[in-house]
């Protein structure tokens, strides 16, 4: 904020300018952000690429395309009307909030109790941290045949019921459609708790040991501790965290499309592998991937501004001095 | 000043970012007239076929035309799909690249293509369509007329792959109807074999083939009239059909982790493993019935030191058990096409023309197994061919080949992207121990999700 302050303090005063015309040239300068010249490079590329193929996206919805060369037809918002009457884009919907709402859960509890953990005076902690971290770390195309390997018919996990004794509850979990989206978000918390844990575990780092030795000599128990002094000074990681997971959830593919393929009939599907399997198909329909994009975009800054707002609600309501 | 610099700066950026974009679309000069030419350097882009087989093809052509040379590039089905219109829009794309019937891909693909009419005329005469695969050039012609693939050949589906080993080693017989397949299978698991290998999971549109041989046994013209909007999906036949699949699975045929993957890599694997007495796999797999190329396709599924067994081709059974038997379907698989846009063309046309019209291109289509050659008349020349058990294997190599000639129903061609994956979709809810959904409900559900085709 200071350094922001200071930036905006040096534009106020101009550097003599040569040549007549300096009021003027102060008064434009005025106009133009400083360092606008060095981000212009990078700002090109972006606005060029991204945010061009973001308003190409908006404007081939409105088309019935195959893509290529092929001939575009103009549907107007049929695409749309397509995406809100398809119940496999409602399915896809369901389960992006199922995924979120399991994964952030997970995420939360388990960064927080490891983060816990690591912060407290345990043997070998470096070596848990790094078991801890490396799902983070690692492709979710490296790790899916594995993840593959445990799941299927005759996988692991089935392999261990039946040696407990437990065979009756083995099963096809990949394919199942009461099983498979739980695959799915088990997959997604493996590898999310580490990342977790990484936020809280520095974000624990940064609360004032002064604060904790208050509490203690205050009485405070553990618990509330926890819920009184580290979850608050937490909030905006978990804010992070909850806008992170959901913009996850909704760009969900990797995982998805090479366990399960979004399968068994659609019972796995989510937004990405949706968007996906309708420009991969043989037959491409450009025109509604692009509709079910803009849509996603929609959902994710809208749910993104949603969580912030409410997060800064809070925030205040916090700092707001109680009624005496 | 400064504004006006970086005002300057902005445009500059902004037409070389326009450039960067506009590359996209650039163009090269090509001569789309020009006669086929003794040199060249032409790349072939392509799903199919496997690389060595295409190696065998140019080694092949490269003894007649020493100066051309030619570079493939295998890709996988998506892959290929994902990656060929970007690289033809960019400019940049293959001179030749492998273009099918199926899902409308010749008005997708076809405006990147030459016509190719006059290439075939040159090659066979102006009687040339009756020279090649019944109906081949008219599923690679686009809406205006135009042939914007050359036919390499032709495909057939609709029977089975079964490991004769297994059988030999079970004591069993290959089925003919739905009760002697339920006995082969218990025969077949009672030596610690799967029965038949199947994957129905994923997105994946094999299981339409599973449906559609199913379909012929129950009444041999209900697919085509269901894909053409005859008749309906939902139709007392299409009940049938998904009847008789969720019966496979519960009496043994099909087994329970058909819904792990895809038919590749999970019904591919199991049995080129030596692990299951059937699979349901298309002419394409004959390839692997050679002495040699069973080996490299059992390594390729994980098998360390592989020992070949003996592949057959069986009849599908006659499941519905209404004696209707089973009717093979098929169509071209796929055809060479040109790029409007190569610097090769000449070239690309002494390839293309050699490997889909010439005698000897064709015999070296038919010799590797893998296609029909589109040519009539061509057929596999044994003498040049080595098989795992060729007093077993090429009598039925042979039939099969004389029935997929013949056959009269189309694979995919006149049925739509739609109605394959609703009947992939109906396939895998009926073979989902935890659907409930009743099989009414499903055809319901499925003949909603289908669209006709209008392709006659």
């Known amino acids: 904020m200071t350094a922001t302050t200071s930036a905006l303090r040096g534009r106020a005063t101009p550097a003599p300018t040569r040549g007549s015309g300096g009021r003027s040239t102060s008064k434009a300068a005025r106009l133009i952000p400083s360092g606008i010249a060095w981000i212009l490079p990078a700002f090109t590329i972006s606005v060029g690429l991204i945010y061009y193929c973001i308003g190409y996206s908006g404007y081939l919805s409105f088309f019935d395309w195959t893509g290529g060369r092929s001939p575009m037809f103009p549907v107007g918002i049929d695409n749309y009307v397509r995406a809100f009457t398809d119940p496999i884009f409602w399915t896809a919907l369901r389960n992006t909030l199922i995924y979120f709402v399991v994964v952030f859960a997970v995420q939360v509890v388990g960064g927080l109790l490891f983060a816990a953990l690591m912060h407290s005076r345990i043997f070998f902690a470096s070596v848990y941290k790094v078991i801890i971290v490396i799902p983070v770390v690692v492709a979710p195309a490296t790790l899916a045949p594995a993840h593959i390997q445990v799941w299927q018919t005759d996988g692991t996990v089935n392999q261990i019921l039946k040696t407990l004794g437990l065979g009756d509850v083995a099963q096809a979990w990949l394919g199942q459609s009461t099983t498979s989206l739980i695959v799915v978000t088990l997959v997604g918390c493996f590898g999310s708790v580490g990342f977790g844990f990484i936020l809280y575990f520095a974000g624990m780092s940064q609360i004032d040991p002064e604060m904790i030795e208050a509490a203690r ?50 019972s796995s599907e989510f937004l990405g592998t949706l968007i996906y399997a309708q420009t991969a198909g043989t037959s491409r329909n450009v025109g509604y991937a692009s509709a079910l994009s803009v849509i996603l975009l929609i959902i994710a800054i809208s749910v993104s501004i949603a969580i912030q707002r409410r997060g800064r609600e809070r925030a205040v309501k916090l700092e707001e001095p109680a009624d005496v | ?32 007239s020009a006669k086929p030419a003794d040199s060249g350097k032409v790349t072939w882009w392509g799903y199919t076929p496997d690389t060595p087989v295409a190696q065998k093809y140019i080694a092949e052509f490269n003894k007649k035309y020493p100066k051309i040379t030619v570079t493939y590039k295998n890709f996988e089905n998506v892959d290929y799909r994902n990656t060929i219109i970007p690289a033809l829009d960019s400019g940049k794309g293959p001179d030749v690249f492998d273009l099918s019937p199926s899902g409308g891909t010749p008005e997708q693909w076809g405006p990147y293509a030459l016509d190719l009419t006059s290439l075939a005329k040159a090659q066979l005469g102006a009687d040339w369509e009756s020279k090649i695969g019944e109906g081949y050039a008219k599923q690679l012609r686009d809406a205006k007329g135009r042939l914007v693939s050359m036919p390499m050949g032709g495909m057939s589906a609709g029977f089975l792959w079964a490991n004769n080993n297994i059988l030999k080693q079970a004591g069993a017989e290959v089925p003919t109807d739905y009760t002697s397949w339920v006995a082969t299978c218990k025969k077949v698991a009672a030596i610690g074999k799967s029965c038949l290998a199947m994957g129905a999971g994923g997105a994946d549109t094999f299981p339409t083939e599973m449906y559609h041989s ?36 519960k009496d043994g045929i099909i087994s329970s982790d058909v819904l792990d993957a895809g038919q590749y890599p999970l019904a591919n694997e199991k049995f080129m493993k030596g692990n299951a007495a059937f699979v349901q796999m298309g002419f394409w797999y004959t390839q692997y019935s050679g002495a040699e190329s069973c080996k490299s396709a059992m390594e390729a599924a994980g098998v360390s030191n ?17 004696g209707n038997g089973s009717q093979l379907f098929g169509e071209v698989d796929y055809g060479l096409a040109i790029n409007s846009e190569s610097s090769n063309i000449g070239a690309a046309k002494t390839f293309v023309g050699w490997l889909t019209t010439s005698k000897s ?68 809810q009926v073979l989902d121990p935890s659907v409930n959904t009743s099989i009414d409900d499903i055809v319901a559900q499925q003949q909603a999700s289908s669209k006709a085709s209008t392709v006659k």
Request: some cysteine; charged content about 15%.
């Open chain 1, 217 to 266: 000599v205050d009485g405070a128990s553990n618990l509330r501790m926890l819920f009184s002094i580290v979850l608050p000074n937490l909030r905006p990681i978990t804010i992070s965290l909850a806008i992170l997971n959901f913009i996850t959830a909704l760009k969900l593919f990797d995982n998805v499309w090479l366990i399960t393929q979004g399968g068994p009939a659609h």
């Open chain 2, 1 to 32: 000043m400064n504004k006006i610099r970086t005002v300057s700066a902005a445009i500059g950026l902004a037409a070389a970012a326009s450039l960067i974009l506009g590359g996209c679309s650039a163009t090269t000069a090509s001569d789309t």
């Open chain 2, 214 to 249: 199913i379909a012929n046994s129950v009444d041999p013209s209900f697919f085509l009239k269901a894909a053409t909007g005859k008749a309906k999906w939902s139709d007392p036949q299409g009940v049938k059909v998904l009847s008789i699949i969720k019966n496979m699975a």
């Open chain 2, 306 to 322: 592989p020992t070949c067994f003996v592949q057959l081709p069986v009849t599908f059974p006659d499941v519905a058990q209404k």
């Open chain 2, 361 to 428: 291109g064709q015999q070296d289509v038919a010799n590797a197994l893998d296609l029909l050659p589109s040519l009539q008349g061509t057929a596999p020349d044994w003498s040049n061919i080595s098989l795992v058990d060729d007093a077993v294997q090429r009598p039925a190599i042979e039939k099969l080949i004389a029935e997929s000639v013949t056959t009269k129903q189309t694979r995919q061609y006149q049925t739509t992207q739609e109605s394959l994956n609703a009947i992939v979709v109906a396939t895998q």
